[in-house]
């Protein structure tokens, strides 16, 4: 099994592109999978369809989650698809196996009057300040994942012509920029990056007081000191700033194909969580364009 999750998983990364992280949970899920067959001394190109759901129950008595049993099943199906093409196997031993289902959670939003609140809080008075009022304006104006933001450079961005190119595996999407977004992106590149990056040869958008890439902890604790300084009691994330900018503009009239798009989901399922954020802005909406409203 060793050889075979080799040639996967280099599979994964050299022929289907995947990013770092999914190729880490695909990793992570497949060696638990071949701890559990050792474990119960199955070999496994003679797994069936009765050991794989022994071994949901058994994820499910060790109380995971379903969103990350679901998670695991997806990479072992992947797996066993990919031996079934190798002719390593003449029988998908998950091919009738249903995940466990997922309840759909509502995402943490937050109004715009707290964005607003959020996003006053930097002050472009220091180098720190210019680039995190950049970095917070962009977050919310782009709905990029924080993992997407990090790993953006420099010409990702083209100020002249007001957008975004992002860059996620072999997928690729443009993202417009809102004018106070550009603004304050403008002033960070011209004012305080240039500053920043002790090597010239440094490509990313975003860096740190010590002229490196951010990662994703000193995004994430930049995001939670603002929030902070802000007195909002909502537990904030870049992945609520991404939701909230999907919320906003659904509730402000925007397609919801176009969203998708700009979110960069492949499956509008995904954009449709929303929809239940968009009776208020229907209401807003009627109320400011019917005649009798």
């Not at 067959?37 to 369809?49: I, S």
């Not at 289902?101 to 210019?130: F, S, Y």
């Not at 004012?191 to 440094?202: P, T, V």
Request: with cysteine; hydrophobic share 35%; net charge positive.
């Amino acid at each position: 099994m060793e050889r075979q999750l080799k040639y996967f998983f280099d599979f994964l990364e050299n022929d289907k592109k995947l990013s770092e992280n999914t190729l880490q949970s695909y990793k992570r899920d497949l060696k638990q999978f071949k701890w559990y067959l050792e474990a119960c001394e199955l070999r496994y190109d003679r797994v069936k369809e009765e050991d794989i759901k022994d071994y949901i129950k058994e994820l499910q008595d060790d109380g995971k989650k379903a969103s990350s049993i679901s998670r695991c099943i997806a990479s072992i199906r992947s797996f066993y698809q990919f031996i079934l093409k190798k002719k390593k196997i003449k029988v998908d031993p998950t091919a009738n196996v249903q995940s466990p289902k997922i309840a759909k959670r509502v995402p943490n939003v937050l109004t715009a009057k707290e964005v607003e609140l959020l996003l006053e809080q930097p002050k472009d008075v220091d180098l720190k300040g210019i680039r995190d009022k950049a970095m917070l304006e962009f977050a919310y104006a782009t709905g990029m994942r924080v993992t997407e933001i990090i790993s953006l450079n420099i010409d990702d961005v083209h100020l002249e012509e007001g957008f975004v190119t992002c860059n996620t595996g072999n997928k690729q999407r443009n993202i417009p920029l809102g004018t106070l977004s550009l603004k304050a992106l403008k002033e960070y590149i011209n004012d305080a990056r240039g500053i920043l990056i002790k090597n010239e040869d440094e490509k990313a958008l975003f860096v740190n007081i010590n002229g490196g890439r951010l990662t994703r902890q000193g995004f994430w604790k930049i995001i939670k000191y603002y929030k902070e300084q802000a007195h909002i009691t909502k537990d904030i994330t870049p992945h609520v700033l991404r939701h909230s900018f999907a919320t906003h503009l659904l509730q402000n009239g925007a397609d919801l194909k176009a969203i998708q798009l700009m979110l960069g989901h492949s499956d509008i399922s995904s954009t449709q969580v929303y929809m239940q954020f968009q009776d208020e802005g229907l209401k807003n909406i009627y109320r400011k364009a019917h005649p009798r409203a």
